[in-house]
Structure formats: C-alpha cells, structure tokens
Nanobody
C-alpha cells in the first residue's frame, strides 16, 4: 500500500504560481505512475496531469497544457505539480494519485491522497 500526502496548496492571485508536492510513504512508489486530479464544488473529478514511473511519458489536460508541469523525484518519493499562470477556473481541491500500471488520463488509480486546496482569486 502507498500513502500519499499533498502539500503546497493555498490562495494565490490570478497569474501567479504554486508548486504542489505529493510525498509517498514508501519507496515502492518509484515504480508507480503518478497523476494529479482536481475537483471543484459541484463538479466531477477531472484529470490534470500524469507521469509514468521513469518520467519519460507525461500527459496533460488541454486546460492546463503549457501552464502546468508535472515532475517526479523518485529518490525523494515525491511528485510535483508546478502551476504557472493560474486562472480562477483552476480553483479546486487537487489530489495526487498512484497506480502500478502505466500513466493514464483516467481515474483508474489505486491510491489517492487527501487533497490540497488551491484557490485562485481575481
């Protein structure tokens, strides 16, 4: 089992940046694909970004392409989401996820973090 803990959320002005971190409880997470999802009130959870276990394959939602960057540091058991040029519509709870298979844009992940709130004001 893998425990995931997100951090780095907060309040930021539109156009600003935030860097989210997701720390895994075990080194075995280095063999997992990792993803970021988000959920706004009254909306379904949506895909944001994903990276495979070695970092060579990355996917992004169209809505964040060019603004967000997913990366990972397996030595630190951590995955990051660098968010630039933030927009009010990026406001949501952001969740980190892990799966033993390949990276995917679907919600078919095995483990989920507790989420961290990101609020973008205008």
């Amino acid at each position: 089992q893998v425990q995931l803990v997100e951090s780095g959320g907060g309040l930021v002005q539109a156009g600003g940046s935030l860097r989210l971190s997701c720390a895994a409880s075990t080194r075995t997470s280095s063999s997992y694909a990792m993803g970021w999802f988000r959920q706004a009130p009254e909306k379904e959870r949506e895909f944001v970004a994903a990276v495979n276990w070695y970092g060579g394959i990355k996917y992004y939602a169209d809505s964040v392409q060019g603004r967000f960057t997913i990366s990972r540091d397996n030595a630190k058991n951590t995955v990051y989401l660098q968010m630039n040029s933030l927009k009010p519509e990026d406001t949501a709870v952001y969740y980190c996820a892990a799966r033993s298979g390949g990276a995917t844009k679907t919600a078919l992940y095995d483990y989920w973090g507790q989420g961290t709130q990101v609020t973008v004001s205008s």
